[in-house]
């Protein structure tokens, strides 16, 4: 609904200038996110002026009543913040599919020694490639969307398997797996051992797995001595101090106290947890 009214509203205004958005064109396609480049750019021009209209419109009926002597001001801070927040969702709505891209690579990255691993142990059963991407399908997750992709591309629309493997290469986030596939591709065409290829580059992306789980443990191991040190260590030093100098002023230190144990400690400690979940290389 909102794409086709943003769409005739500025189609023809935008269409002229698609060609500086050639990235954002490139991310669409990486986030596997379906609308056309041209509805996008006009859907987010759309929101940027619904979030202009409202802001301004709220904007100015607040800082009126805050600043009842300097209406003429406020009405110019109005309009400043107004364009700020367009921007903001504008640009927002640009980096969006690089965003989203970023995270399908990270998952795809994430799963791929092992399976790349399981693709090895199919392909040494000796069938057809084709259904190499049929059964890694079937483990679903990110990868598994690429590979039916692939196999859905063979099957229900006829393309050459080498063809379809070169088309989602292209498209997809992740370098490392669009290099598999222009290898597998390219194994195939020739008519090689794609076993043995497979078995390569299956040791190879174990050993950069076990890489990164070592660097993750070094990780791990500053994050737990930032923590204790400047979070448990910080804030117990902190709460004896501040209960050592406040009956010398006369000041009643209960309420931080009982921020800093029931609600700082645990928000930050959540966050540690988060930040160790983010840069995790495990599935």
């Not at 409202?54 to 002597?69: N, R």
């Not at 194994?187 to 290829?197: N, P, R, S």
């Not at 789980?213 to 791990?220: G, H």
């Amino acid at each position: 609904m909102i794409s086709e009214l943003s769409f005739k509203l500025f189609g023809n205004l935008t269409e002229p200038h698609l060609d500086y958005f050639d990235t954002l064109k490139t991310n669409l396609k990486k986030a596997d996110m379906k609308t056309p480049l041209h509805e996008y750019v006009c859907s987010m021009l759309l929101y940027s002026i619904i979030t202009f209209i409202i802001s301004i419109t709220a904007g100015s009926v607040l800082i009126t009543f805050t600043i009842l002597y300097y209406i003429l001001y406020s009405y110019s801070l109005a309009v400043i913040l107004s364009f700020i927040f367009a921007g903001v969702v504008f640009f927002f709505g640009y980096y969006y599919p690089s965003i989203k891209a970023k995270d399908i690579q990270t998952k795809i990255d994430r799963s791929l020694p092992f399976s790349v691993f399981y693709m090895t142990t199919t392909a040494s059963s000796g069938i057809d490639p084709v259904e190499i991407f049929r059964m890694l399908s079937l483990r679903g997750g990110a990868i598994g969307s690429e590979a039916k992709r692939i196999y859905n591309n063979v099957k229900t629309l006829g393309m050459v398997l080498t063809a379809a493997m070169q088309k989602t290469a292209t498209r997809t986030p992740s370098t490392a797996f669009a290099d598999l596939l222009w290898g597998m591709s390219s194994i195939i065409t020739a008519g090689g051992d794609l076993e043995a290829y497979l078995i390569e580059k299956t040791k190879t992306f174990m050993a950069q797995y076990v890489r990164t789980l070592n660097d993750y443990s070094k990780q791990i191991y500053i994050y737990t001595e930032i923590y204790i040190t400047l979070i448990i260590v910080g804030t117990l030093f902190f709460i004896i101090l501040i209960s050592i100098v406040a009956p010398l002023i006369g000041v009643s230190v209960l309420f931080l106290q009982a921020f800093l144990v029931f609600f700082f400690i645990p928000l930050v400690s959540i966050g540690f947890i988060v930040l160790l979940r983010t840069i995790s290389p495990m599935q």
